[in-house]
């Protein structure tokens, strides 16, 4: 079985490392409604990893500058529709160290959406075992009640945290198994409230200033003048992004004596042939540690 956990580097043997389970008592006592995801070798190894859409959606929510509770945090809405979250599940990602996309981006599977963190004040308790880098992960069936965007379920009780709550690991082999046969319909249902125009912003509308930052995220600057670049981009908004750039653009040979400039991608190599004046994507590159 392959899970593409949201978490790059997290392994299916152990995707927590330590890490509250669903259902877990917290260190308050609260039932903890999702995952906090681990990678790497424990501590803070995993700050700055990406985190990625597992799912097809709409960033419905991106909230940043919290300084408690789940410091900065996304939520997407699935397009897979059900009967249990007839408009769409919410997929909850936490204590990023930064968002990668704005409010309403559309996403494709795999496309990164910020970096794993230890946003929200948890830093304050040096030394405490909560504080670490990790991605808390949560899937909701619907918007918490009165659009809640900060709602924690104190108090509750395992039935009522059942109700609002997916179980993430059950969600994700279910829905995100990318050796399975889709086991359900996932067909819109005829009686649930249609999509709105203003509820998404089509990835051709994404803007220049907002792709940059998203091919920035992992630290490496890219020229938006560039062949490369504007290729990039233009993947990105046909739903074929190949990742944020992971090396600056240099100068290669081919096999056949073309000089070329290339630049690598998280999930490719792009490259610039100036005689011709074409950018073409020469390789893929598979990351088994995102994909277990």
């Given at each position: 079985m392959k899970v593409l956990w949201p978490l790059v580097g997290c392994s299916s043997a152990d995707p927590l490392e330590g890490g509250y389970s669903f259902l877990d008592?917290?260190?308050?006592?609260?039932?903890?409604?999702?995952?906090?995801?681990?990678?790497g070798a424990g501590g803070n190894s995993d700050c700055g990893?990406?985190?990625?859409?597992?799912?097809?959606?709409?960033?419905?929510?991106?909230?940043?500058?919290?300084?408690?509770?789940?410091?900065?945090?996304?939520?997407l809405r699935t397009d897979l529709r059900t009967d249990e979250a007839p408009e769409g599940y919410l997929l909850h990602f936490c204590h990023l160290q930064g968002t990668a996309l704005a409010q309403g981006a559309r996403v494709a599977q795999g496309t990164a959406i910020g970096v794993?963190?230890?946003t929200s004040g948890w830093e304050a308790f040096g030394g405490a075992s909560w504080d670490f880098c990790h991605t808390h992960f949560e899937v909701l069936k619907r918007t918490p009640?009165?659009?809640?965007?900060?709602?924690?379920?104190?108090?509750?009780?395992?039935a009522q945290v059942l109700d609002l709550y997916c179980d993430p690991a059950v969600?994700?082999?279910?829905?995100?198994?990318?050796?399975?046969?889709?086991r359900v319909d996932v067909v819109?249902?005829?009686?649930?409230?249609?999509?709105l125009e203003e509820d998404d912003v089509p990835l051709a509308k994404i803007s220049d200033e907002d792709l940059k930052r998203y091919l920035e995220m992992l630290g490496t600057p890219v020229n938006p003048a560039s062949a490369i670049v504007k290729r990039a981009m233009l993947a990105y908004r046909r739903g074929e992004t190949r990742g944020p750039a992971v090396s600056d653009?240099?100068?290669?040979t081919t096999a056949d004596g073309r000089q070329v400039v290339r630049q690598r991608f998280s999930a490719g190599i792009a490259e610039y042939d100036p005689a011709s004046g074409e950018v073409n994507w020469v390789e893929l590159v598979l990351h088994p540690d995102a994909i277990n």
């Open positions: 008592r917290n260190n308050k006592g609260v039932l903890h409604p999702g995952l906090d995801l681990n990678a990893a990406p985190v990625v859409a597992p799912v097809i959606g709409t960033l419905e929510r991106v909230i940043t500058g919290v300084k408690n509770g789940f410091g900065n945090h996304i939520y794993c963190g230890r009640a009165a659009a809640n965007w900060e709602f924690w379920p104190t108090g509750w009780v395992s969600w994700l082999t279910t829905y995100v198994d990318l050796d399975a046969v889709p819109p249902r005829a009686d649930a409230r249609p999509r653009e240099y100068k290669a």
